[in-house]
């Protein structure tokens, strides 16, 4: 993130390509950061550049808004973002964050990354998964049944060999308490 004097504009430079749901996040995390730090931002260009690690054909989806605010919000206040730990999550414009599907994807590939918390939106520290099971009724006709299972992320991931917290948030000034101290 870039904070320059300008004319107030939201400027996204990506490698891949964009789409209208990572814009439309970038907007309202510039106005919830402008909210949060009191600093005026409508003369400040935010120019947001979202590189891709692996080949991947287009970047978008809203769960990223809340990672984006807390980066605003450093710039604005010229802090240092704790960089062992991720979040994801929708921003809204009161300042709440959003849930977010395949939290438990994301909690294995920010373990992977070997973060040591991840912060998700409330309510999202279980999720919800589905394993098959084979039922065998008769000689050669095999019925296969997915079945809801609940679990606890950490708890997951610690099964998975990682040793990763996971914390919930409600609003982005949480969150920043997080990642700014």
């Known amino acids: 993130v870039e904070l320059r004097n300008g ?4 400027l996204i430079n990506t490698q891949p390509k964009v789409g209208m749901d990572l814009q439309s996040s970038a907007r309202t995390a510039k106005i919830v950061a402008q909210n949060i730090t009191g600093t005026p931002l409508d003369k400040t260009d935010l120019i947001l550049t979202v590189k891709a690690e692996e080949e ?3 970047v978008d989806g809203p769960s990223a808004g809340a990672a984006i605010t807390i980066a605003i919000v450093a710039a604005a206040l010229n802090r240092t973002i704790k ?3 991720y979040i994801t999550g929708t921003i809204n414009p009161d300042g709440t964050i959003g849930k977010v599907g395949g939290v438990l994807e994301k909690a294995v ?3 992977e990354k070997g973060a040591t918390l991840f912060v998700v939106p409330e309510g999202e520290a ?3 998964i589905y394993k098959p099971e084979e039922h065998h009724p008769i000689p050669g006709l095999t019925i296969i049944v997915y079945k809801q299972y609940t679990v606890d992320l950490e708890e997951y ?3 998975q ?3 990763i ?3 919930q948030v409600k609003t982005i000034q949480d969150a920043c308490n997080i990642f700014l101290s």
């Open 7 to 10: 004319e107030g504009r939201t």
């Open 83 to 85: 960089q062992d730990a």
């Open 165 to 167: 917290q996971v914390l």
């Open 56 to 58: 991947v054909e287009i």
């Open 109 to 111: 590939a920010t373990a």
């Open 161 to 163: 060999g990682y040793h």
């Open 157 to 159: 991931l610690k099964q």
């Open 126 to 128: 279980t999720t919800v």
